[in-house]
């Protein structure tokens, strides 16, 4: 094959990227739209232009499109996008196509640490961080359960034995927060099982904003770590003869990973299978493992389905909401089935 | 055995490698100079592997140092030493949904700029990295559409990309079929001769280490017990030590490993020289019968391999007749075998009394194969006796002797259920 040839392969390919890009960016719009539009109470379009153009918080519907919708789109896409980056990572990271953060039981461990928080008074003394807790203990429990797998993958290398003891993990922190919900108080009880339940709804203004700025500098150090990941894609002896300075560079991974996940779990309670079956999905459609293109392709996938999946949740059954993991569930456990027959997709 | 001068780019002083302060391999103490073909050989298990690891950086020394260009393996940045040694290891490697180019490009790691974008210069250099594997023509197919040859061309193509001084390989050509093996061999000579980078690579085949290595390493029982050219270091001795041969040797003067004859299936003298024993040789040896041979001279290649066969050779010094002395030893010999083989050797001066050697076989009643065509054989024997069957190939005179051994062996069975 000649320069000229080689040459036009490449531009030919990094078209085809480009223009996926716009698709996708253009349907997560849609999407978007989608939910803004749509809700158990009729708001007609040119009323919601409105309202959007006035900046209209005050009437019912200003209210419903300003205070409700629009957070909670924001939310949903947000942490579709972060639950991706996240997996992605993982993956990376085990060099393994099968986990996530909810299959490894992090998303388990922050579950567990905000039920110690939410459902007991051993955080009664720290009223400072009071507003906080949720966020700093969905954190502490992600990077604690991060670290138990850890080592257990240190001992195991085998794919599904990795599996097994994630699905463990999720048990045993799944059974503790069962003991917690038994003694809990009643008024307690409630908001956390709300929580638990997983959703995107009453998202104030300011929680998105957090979200927004803090996984918005972990997505951009994410980014910046594109060129490692693809190196470690090798595994760690190549990647290390390469140049990557392997502890800094998985000490960078685990904490963007959980970061991420732990924010999403904190704010939105556990989302299953988001994080595992969107890096999939980009890597189809982009047809490569290069982090560089999946990366940016599984935020907006990740904003895209996620978006979606919500907007089923919402609407499926109208006015009752389904729990978002229910729906997430639905599509992302059968992906893993096929992935496990197939085994052929690989990180 | 060289001194470490100022070609030298990886040295070791007083390594000892091994894992998790168990040690594997102690007191290694080596130089390879730049452009040079290193082969380290030693049986599974003997520290190979972990003594390239511990070169590459991938573990710590247990004790002593390594040496790149002087300099010490520790006080290299990461990305520093990428550009003077890459390693090619037998790990696993799945990369995904990865083209050949950009997979090879991934080795341009230390080059690129914070987000890894190629530049021309980049381009330039995979392109040139695939050309030197012969691969260009993967150049677009998918990584895991790939054969294990083409992949071990690209993972080399890889190492290249990184543009090093060194590579360091382990079992370069471990599952790959021959003609990937010599093409991956040849690929890497080349890049010693044309670039002269150095190569270090871990093998198993002593044949071709021996044939394509500047210098051998031999490792064995925690330690190197020899080092230096092949010419030198390698012998029948040395190799048989190195793997605890018992039923093979390695020829040095061939360069090739060959399996010893047992003999169990009786005994059989070849008739051979000029090469033409060779053959038959290898075949019986290989059916497990007793092989002897004569007379030879010894510079004959039949020589060469009846030694390293373990077969009883008659010999005679180069150049010079055959004697009526020789031939008395050898008739002995032809007494003790079972059958005789003629191999069909061109007849000369120097060899005449050889064909004595078959008359007096089928004078003393024993069984002879012959290759030659049925009018020379006339000619040579000049009768034409129950004991000699003419074969027109060493295949077919194997299956006529199986087949007449198998007879045989039927009539005396029959004779013993008659008594």
Known sequence: MNEYQIEKNLTVQSKRRSLLFVVFAAVLLVSVALNII????????????????????????????????????????????????????????????????????????????????????????????????????????????????????????????????????????????????????????????????????????????????????????????????????????????MGVNIRVFRFFIIFCSCALAGIVTAAAGPVAFIGLAVPHMARLCFVTSDNRILIPGAILLGAIVTGLCDFVARLAFSPVELPISSITAFFGAPIVISLLIRRKVPV | MSCPGTDTIIRTKGLSVGYNKKTVLSLVDLAFEKGKFISLLGPNGSGKTTLLRTMARLLPPCDGSVLINQISLNEFRQDHLARILSVVLTDHVSPGLFSVFEFVALGRYPHTGFLGRLTKTDEKAVTASLSHVNAQDLIFRQIETLSDGEKQKILIARALAQEPRLILLDEPTIHLDLKHRMEVMSILQKLCREKEITVVASMHDVDIAAKISDHVVLIKDGGVIAWGSPEETLNKKSVAALYDFEGASFNPDLGSIEIKANGHRGSVFVVGGIGCGTVFYRLLAKRGFAVSTGVLHTNDLDYYVA?????????????????????????????????????????????????????YAIDHGKQVFTLRKTEDARQLIKTEPDNLFVCRNATLLLKKLEIWLKEKNQKLQGRRIEK
């Open chain 2, 307 to 359: 030694m390293s066969l373990g077969a009883e050779c008659i010999t005679q010094s180069p150049m010079k007749k055959v004697t009526q002395n020789e031939t008395n030893k050898a008739r002995l010999s032809v007494r003790q075998a079972d059958y005789i083989i003629d191999a069909g050797f061109p007849l000369g001066e120097l060899n005449r009394m050889n064909t004595e050697l078959i008359k």
């Open chain 1, 38 to 241: 749509t809700g158990t109470i009729d708001i007609s379009f040119s009323e919601l232009l409105r309202i959007i153009h006035a900046h209209d918080t005050i009437t019912t519907n200003g209210f419903i499109v300003w205070k409700i919708r629009i957070p909670r789109t924001i939310a949903a896409v947000l942490g579709g996008a972060y639950l991706a980056v996240s997996g992605l990572l993982l993956q990376v990271f085990f060099r393994n196509p099968i986990v996530g953060p909810f299959i490894l039981g992090i998303s388990s461990g922050a579950t567990l640490m905000v039920s110690v928080v939410m459902l007991t008074t051993l955080s009664l003394g720290l009223t400072a961080l009071a507003p906080f807790m949720t966020t700093i203990s969905a954190l502490a429990g992600a990077y604690a359960a991060m670290t138990i797998v850890l080592f257990i993958a240190a001992k195991v290398k085998n794919t599904i034995t990795l599996l097994i003891a994630g699905l463990m993990m999720g048990y045993m922190c799944h059974a503790v927060t069962s003991v917690l919900v038994a003694f809990a108080k009643q008024e307690k009880l409630k908001m956390f099982v709300l929580w638990q339940l997983g959703s995107f709804s009453g998202f104030k203004w300011s929680e998105i904003q957090t979200l927004f700025i803090f996984g918005g500098m972990i997505l951009i150090l994410v980014y910046a770590l594109s060129k490692p990941l693809n190196a470690f894609l090798l595994g760690e002896a190549y990647a290390s003869t």
